[in-house]
């Protein structure tokens, strides 16, 4: 029988808050010995090492959860996604010892969430941003909810339209700073933006204010950009990043940049595309620069390249031996979300200090499987990784193999280290939490634990793809406007034209498609940078121009797309094409 989740009201009872932290307490770690909750017999459907073993803490909460954090009396604070009642922060606590969640708390009126990319303690706070804003409140360990109004940190005053990167992941370093990256506000600065062929602007102007991190007072309210130290440039899009106080470093593990063979078919193979560029991970140092938007790392290479915008074509170097390297590559277009520092006693000793990153999933490796959707794990020692990356959590997407980024289930993405050493798993398609125990013997920890996590790098989602034998749309078998939807369309929108959750919207049942013809042909040909509402949610993307089309391809892709996914609606001829192209 499942258990029931109180939903407490603000009133909550001050009474209660200090039995709460009493329970909590007795849960806490005591010397060597940590008194763990019994797991789930199925480890809430995830694959861990041997003497691993998981809790489902909460199956689901209402506006789900992007980030989470767990303070030092055991309660998990967690960001929500956009929710219509703008309650953007969510408290849950378990009262009575059985590792559950039995009160679940929603707090907080900020606008935004969509892009909530944070939720951190630091010094007596709960940080957490929004889009364009990081707040805090003060905590207070006699109540679950905190007192008060949340002060505003950081203000991102850029005009931003249809800024692709403004997620606001958080880091604090040990004295006094906060680090905050301003992500670029294209995929390579080109002019037009994601033309096919367009040169890059170069030198970059978007490297003046985003494209990096800056560094800021992390105990001043009210700042805004020019209020910070730009620390490091050269970084496209960051989610995931940590401050690694064994050796005083930043850690980043940056997005990579898109659309090698939509912009390139010239240059690149669908499984180049599908594979590159690497998600790098960054140790980000003082004046560090990692060459964005001129360069990418290539893992397979263990190169940085030039960019096709600026006179690449996979092999060449050129002006790329002058930036920083990452410490490591990851496969591209995993959607690295959230980056954590493992301080805890409670795993084995192989475990201490190294890194753990959610890898929420790609949206974009069409033709191949979709791929990801796991918690990797980086083992450290003395301040620098000390092996290959190994899978420690599998299982979020619970299918296989993953055709469209909705046919997964859970996707992982915020990270935590419980008081006791527990690591606090979340996920953005319901809201579950995991909570992941060790309960073995930490000393015979070893290569016999992690075999079965090797075995799992053959999952579709996770090994490199088959050329021939994973391509799940060989472009042979298509012609006319279903070929031109899988080449260009379905990257973004999914095989089945429901799109990808916030970032991409359905092509299904909306009135975009059905409706009105000449608007639905501007889009293509002018494309879209802003937000836009589609069916009752907003997304605020940008959708590429597709001029280079002719007139007939517009036609086909168009009449194909109006007559799929459940559509039904009559066709577009290039006719009528050719006379928006020439009214605008």
Known sequence: MKKRIQFVSKSYNLKLSLFVLMVSISLVQCGNEVN???????????????????????????????????????????????????????????????????????????????????????????????????????????????????????TDDHPHGGHEHIGKPLAFDNDGHMYVPFGAPSNACQDPKRTPGAPGLDPCPQLEDHGGIWRFDANKIGQTQKDGYKYASGIRSVVAMSWNSQDNNLYVVMHGRDDLLRLFPNKYTPLESALLPSEEFMRVKEGSNFGWPYCYY????????????????????????????????????????????????????????????????????????????????????????SGE??????????????????????????????????????DTEKGKIWRVMYKGDKDSFGEEQLAMMEERKQASNIRTPDEIKDNLKPMEQWEGGKKTYYTYCSVCHQDNGRGAGTRFPPLAGTDWVLGNKERLIEVLLKGLDGPVEVNGNTYNSMMPQHSFLSDQEIAEVLTYIRSNFGNSAGPIEAKEVGRVRKSI
């Not at 299982?395 to 980024?405: K, L």
């Open 36 to 154: 763990l909750p019994i797991a789930d017999s199925d480890n809430g459907g995830l694959y861990l090492p041997n003497d691993f073993e998981a809790l489902v803490v909460v199956d689901s909460i209402k506006g789900k959860a992007r980030h989470i954090a767990v303070t030092n009396n055991g309660t998990i604070y967690a960001k929500l996604k956009r929710s219509k009642d703008n309650m953007s922060i969510a408290a849950l606590k378990d009262t009575n010892g059985d590792g559950r969640v039995d009160f679940i708390e929603r707090f907080g009126n900020q606008p935004g969430g969509n892009y909530a990319t944070e939720m951190r303690v630091y010094n007596g706070y709960i940080y957490f941003s929004t889009e364009l804003v990081v707040y805090r409140y003060k905590l207070n360990p006699n109540t679950l909810v905190p007192e008060g109004e949340a002060e505003i940190v950081l």
């Open 389 to 426: 990356w190994e899978v420690f959590a599998d299982g979020f997407a619970s299918v296989d193999p993953i055709v469209s980024v909705g046919d997964a289930i859970y996707r992982p993405m915020g990270i935590s280290v419980g008081p006791d050493g527990s690591l606090y798993l979340g």
């Open 298 to 385: 290539n893992q397979i290479m263990e190169k940085k390249v030039l960019a096709p915008e600026y006179g690449g074509d996979g092999t060449i170097i050129g002006r790329c031996d002058q930036y920083d390297d990452p410490v490591m590559g990851f496969p591209g277009h995993w959607a690295p979300n959230d980056l954590v520092f493992y301080d805890g006693e409670q795993f084995p000793d192989r475990y201490k200090n190294g890194a753990f990153i959610a890898f929420h999933g790609s949206t974009n490796r069409a033709p191949y499987p979709q791929s990801g959707y796991i918690v990797a794990f980086v083992p450290f020692k003395d301040g620098v990784p």
